[in-house]
T-cell receptor, first 117, second 112 residues
Framework: GAVVSQHPSWVICKSGTSVKIECRSL??????MFWYRQFPKQSLMLMAT?????????EQGVEKDKFLINHASLTLSTLTVTSAHPEDSSFYIC?????????????FGPGTRLTVL | QKEVEQNSGPLSVPEGAIASLNCTYS??????FFWYRQYSGKSPELIMF????GDKEDGRFTAQLNKASQYVSLLIRDSQPSDSATYLC????????????FGQGTELSVKP
């Protein structure tokens, strides 16, 4: 299957700082990328859908000014957690959608573990 | 009612047995269904997808879909300790940009 990378794999930051997470599709072009958040022992919760060249669509309850998403190219989307607080500590996972031959598949990155002190 | 529901488990089966994981969904118009496996601390990996009613087999895995009952299941034959993980059922929402909606996951434990 296609490969999606995330960077960094983990990050520890102080409360009030901003953290940027990168998501790249390595061997395919992804017009759509998704950002998920997962708390311990819970399922993946979709935060936003990111389309290349346009504004992200945020899920209900997700603050767009706090979680800034940029999808500047067909292979790169970034999530910036602004003014991070301890309650933002979570596992952030991106996913990129590939459409080829009429089949739509969605591939996940390895995730980024964010810890806010 | 949650859109996608799974028993959280844990489901414990002995090595070599068949593990049966179940999932129900609320949107009768749903058309695409996915099973992901997630090891602790890792991101999900796709096991199978199914679009049509009936069974779909891939190695030791069989996905079953019953649209009338709004029910999808995953059978794992000859379960191995390495199958111990959380299994996530997901439904694609074509009328909402194709996003995947996940169930809460079922934790499977295969005992040697």
């Amino acid at each position: 299957g296609a490969v999606v990378s995330q960077h960094p794999s983990w990050v520890i930051c102080k409360s009030g700082t901003s953290v940027k997470i990168e998501c790249r599709s390595l061997d395919f072009q992804a017009t759509t990328m998704f950002w998920y958040r997962q708390f311990p022992k819970q399922s993946l919760m979709l935060m936003a859908t990111s389309n290349e060249g346009s504004k992200a669509t945020y899920e209900q309850g997700v603050e767009k000014d706090k979680f800034l998403i940029n999808h500047a190219s067909l292979t790169l989307s970034t999530l910036t957690v602004t003014s991070a607080h301890p309650e933002d500590s979570s596992f952030y996972i991106c996913s990129a959608r590939e459409t080829s031959g009429g089949v739509v598949e969605q591939f996940f990155g390895p995730g980024t573990r964010l810890t806010v002190l | 009612q949650k859109e996608v529901e799974q028993n959280s488990g844990p489901l414990s089966v002995p090595e070599g047995a068949i593990a049966s994981l179940n999932c129900t969904y609320s949107d009768r118009g749903s058309q695409s269904f996915f099973w992901y496996r997630q090891y602790s601390g890792k991101s999900p990996e796709l096991i199978m997808f199914i679009y049509s009613n009936g069974d779909k087999e891939d190695g030791r895995f069989t996905a079953q879909l019953n649209k009338a009952s709004q029910y999808v299941s995953l059978l794992i034959r000859d379960s191995q300790p390495s199958d111990s993980a959380t299994y996530l059922c997901a439904v694609r929402k074509y009328n909402q940009g194709g996003k995947l909606i996940f169930g809460q996951g079922t934790e499977l434990s295969v005992k040697p």
